[in-house]
């Protein structure tokens, strides 16, 4: 009898383990199942579009083609509460999902490709937005608002303004941590008019073509 025991929470105890050893495996170490991620991202797309173009608006943003570690990053945040937001928990089925569900949903996520014309806002000067990028933004989110994976920050640059404006608004009222600092205090003495050229500069790189570049920081002495 006591065999039998022994023998029945071995059997009971060891998927148990199993589990645990698999939800180990670091994200960077798997491999993305495309093909799954297709299938997940089918909810997604009720709100973010079937080519995850987003809404125009920005009441949704456009997911389509953002870096895997970022879209990674943001799922993570999403289903552990860091970002709050519970149609991505319930709709998007991040509640249940596992690490490799959310790898290969990032992975085909990334991997969409889709040419939108995202107007920047009506009132904004260009010229002054750019020097405000350069001042603030440019380090880490690249020159021509490509990214950085050194960085780990996405892209701004096709990306609706409106919603780029609420993230903002979010960094400020310390909803949304900025850069990983919960300290960051970059756009506390910015005022409204100044953001908006910030985002009309970032609006007029839209049709631009540089992949991520690590090295740029020196660059655009102009």
Not at 106 to 116: H, M, P, R
């Amino acid at each position: 009898m006591r065999l039998t025991r022994l023998l029945l929470a071995a059997l009971l105890t060891a998927p148990l383990g199993l589990h645990a050893a698999s939800d180990d495996t670091d994200e960077g170490d798997r491999e993305p199942d495309i093909a799954a991620g297709e299938v997940m991202f089918r909810q997604c797309a009720l709100c973010h579009g079937q080519r995850g173009q987003g809404i125009l608006g920005g009441k949704y943003p456009r997911i389509a083609g953002m870096p895997e570690y970022y879209l990674l990053n943001a799922l993570t945040d999403y289903q552990e509460g860091e970002r709050g937001y519970d149609a991505m928990l319930v709709v998007g089925g991040l509640r249940t999902a596992e690490k490799q569900d959310l790898v290969n949903l990032a992975a085909y996520i990334s991997d969409l490709d889709v040419e939108i014309d995202v107007p920047g806002p009506e009132e904004g000067d260009v010229r002054s937005g750019k020097r405000l990028y350069k001042g603030d933004c440019k380090t880490c989110h690249g020159r021509k608002g490509q990214g950085k994976t050194r960085k780990e920050s996405p892209p701004l640059r096709g990306q609706y303004h409106e919603y780029l404006m609420r993230q903002i608004v979010m960094f400020k009222d310390k909803e949304r941590i900025h850069a990983d600092d919960p300290e960051d205090e970059t756009f506390v003495d910015y005022e409204d008019e100044e953001l908006v050229d910030i985002l009309a500069f970032v609006a007029s790189l839209d049709d631009e073509s540089d992949d991520d570049d690590d090295d740029d920081d020196d660059d655009d002495k102009d």
